[in-house]
């Protein structure tokens, strides 16, 4: 990475052969010149004026380099010309908004045939009533949106086409997408929106409220292929990724690591309490307002909610640990003209992780352990009335449910216990829909799937080590120190220098409490030893998959054509562990 001043400064890279550079401006009127290699240019204009530009050298190569825009404002037309190329415009231009809340605004037509643009925002994109066109007679340009939330809207045209009609069409990627947990929370407005994810509450409750959504109403958009995306994921707060890509050591760095990251974010002084609501919408001509229009060599349209949810208080007496996993995954399509090409794919999931614990590992005198778990899943991918589908592939159409539950209450009373009591009780609700109720003229074969699935939790023991935990359980037990697994009693003793402190300060007040002599530190085991255990799981799907609506009305049925087979099937695989 390069830097200049806020001055016209030049930065020279271009004798640079090890790899590929980055170039940074800091708001002054530079030249920046680049390797033959894949290179990226940050440019700031925010301080630059009208007619200013930074001269940009590519190096002549057939690579495609990225030139980001900071601080331009709102997008228009103008703003392409930033940037004067001395050599190859072979580039990919971004239009960035990094700041937490800020909305990049589209605020005039942008036409830049055959060129690549990227809009990118860590919050929301707005295209209102306006025309960004990338097509040329040839290869057309890509265009890819990627935000939290993106609306579409109100006469607006996204168009990516081969003029010439050579099938060189341009891809076209609109992606909504929050795919780490965080040490945040959020706030929800009264239709279950979040519209504040940035108080905390680490030592009282682990949090995760992430949602994202993509609005396409009254709009048209036509390319080659066609990705819309929404993608809300609370599963990893760090990934492979961060770690570079050396093999297996960035896994094995990235697992350890995201578990004492993971663990400090789920700690809590007294109560484990983990909630998780992940929301992943897309909709497209649900407002009533226009005919919203896509035309695409194909489609694929995709809403996945995932949460994870991690409890595991601890305590030396008594624990309570509770899970709650909320998840939304949706994609409705109301008045809509789709036409594809080859195939056309609109499929919405969840993947709901929870993992609580109460456990109290070799208690002194009295083990008392409550986990309790909620689930609620709502998925649906509804084609609805008003849509009209001609596909040139296959149509799929799809729900799909996964749940994976461990809610687990362990009591042991150690070597000195005299009583142990675990209480499990987890309550799970999901609802996963296909829905093909509009018409549809496909050549290939048209399958409608609602599938949901039970399946165990993955997680690591002692941070490092692979292994899985099913379903829901209770056990209590008494005289032994030990777990009953090895694994666990290493993470015991990992874990032991923070916890260990926090349980010899509750021992000493327990005997202080209750032994009889006022000096004493040795615990009285007691003649009577009992213990009790209970695990109770409701756990109710609905799974519904279905072309056309009950309507008795003529006028409202579905016309359903393909050319192949036509498969509508809904399952569910799912049984008490």
Known sequence: VLGGGSGANTLDASSFTTGPVTLVTNGGQDTLLGTPLVDTYTIDVSSLTTGQK????????????????????????????WVNYLGTDDGKTVFEKKGRNEVLEVDGDIFAPGKNLSFLSSHRITVDGKFINTSTQGQAGSIEFLARHIDISNGSAILAEDTAGGGLNGEIKIQAIDDRARFTGGVLDNTGRIVNDEFSLLGFANVDFLDVDIDITDATIRGGDIDIVATASSQQLLKTSDFGNVPYLSYLTAVGAGGIVGAIDGFSAALGLAVAQS???VNIGTDGTGQSVIVADSLDVLSNADTGVYARPPSKFAALAVGVSLNTARIDVGDAYIMTAEDALFQSSSDAKLNVLADITAGEIIAIAVA?????????????????????????AAGHTTDRNRTHARADGGAEGSSGMAFAVSVQHGTTEAWLDGDANVAGDISVQAMQKSEDVEAQKSLLFPSVFPGVSATANLGSRSSGDALEDLSSGIKSPIMGPIGKAGSALWAKVFDSGANSTTLKRNPVEWGASIAVLYDENHVDARVGTDSTTTDDRADI?????????????????
């Open 54 to 81: 930074v001269d940009v050298d590519t190096g002549d190569t057939v690579a495609q380099d990225t030139v980001e825009i900071l601080g331009a404002g709102t997008i228009d037309q103008s703003d392409l010309a």
């Open 279 to 281: 929301n992943a919408r």
């Open 372 to 396: 309790t778990t909620v689930q609620v899943t709502d998925v649906a991918s509804h084609i609805g009335e008003e849509a009209v589908l001609i596909v040139g592939g296959d149509l799929l």
């Open 561 to 577: 054509e393909a050319d192949g087979d036509i498969t509508v099937a809904a399952t569910v695989s799912n049984r008490p562990d």
